[in-house]
């Protein structure tokens, strides 16, 4: 078993909207994840998923409970840490290699330096030849190739992904799916995914954590034992589907009763 790097203790979040309302997003939330482990995170809406991930991030900070990156609190942005979101966020006015280098400009690497990694990652992704189009000339697979690249490019020990493929479709999220987990495999690296698909959580993960809403803590965590690559339409691979389905379903109808 590789050692703890992202260790959770106890964690409490708590929001006050702008009308004074106190809204706990997670409570009493503990979770600890190993060195190039890949952890989806799967929960009813609301549950706090994205809040926890940014908390990692450091762009959130708790009220209780201790939360630490290689056994260091986590009190800002780390640089060994880097987060893909749902919604691309790509700068429209840059190329897609000035976007995906975008991060290496800001640690100061050399031009000739950070086109040279940018090139190499997008060639890993298939889209060496679109380097100098721009993302309105991308389709949303194309773009959020170039986002998970861009973060990708900086070298991150652990990847936040916030439902990275949760736009696109079912065809396309395959691919992605499959293009991650070969850099994941290559680069090894930890990764913790938030999605809302069973399914691509059991398709990429060596556990998954199922929340339970509001407020949100963990309410089981699975291992996820079957060999790689999986196959979907292996009995193992349906029954731990119709596992989890079934309790997603228990959290989701506690939030909405039917
Ligand atoms: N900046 C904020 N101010 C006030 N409340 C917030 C803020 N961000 C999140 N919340 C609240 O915290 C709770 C958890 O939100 P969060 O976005 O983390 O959930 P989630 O599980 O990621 O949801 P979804 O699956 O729908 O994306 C929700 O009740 C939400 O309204």
Redesign the pocket.
Known sequence: MEASVLKADKIR?K???EKGFS?T??EDFSLSISENEFVSIL????????????MVAGLENGNEGSLTYKDKIIKKQHPEIGMVFQDYSLLPWRTVLDNVVLGLEFEGINKKMRYEEGLKYLKIVGLENFSQAYPYELSGGMQQRVAMVRSLVKKPSLLLM??PFGALDAHTRMILQKELLDIWEKDKKTILF?T?SVDEAIYLSDRVIV?S??P?TVKEVIPIELPRPRDRGDASYGKLLSLLIRMLGEEYNKVKPA
């Open positions: 979040k929001y006050m909207s809204v997003a997670i929960g009813p809406s609301g549950c706090g998923k994205s809040t926890f991930l940014r916030d439902e938030v809302h929340m809403g509001s949100g």
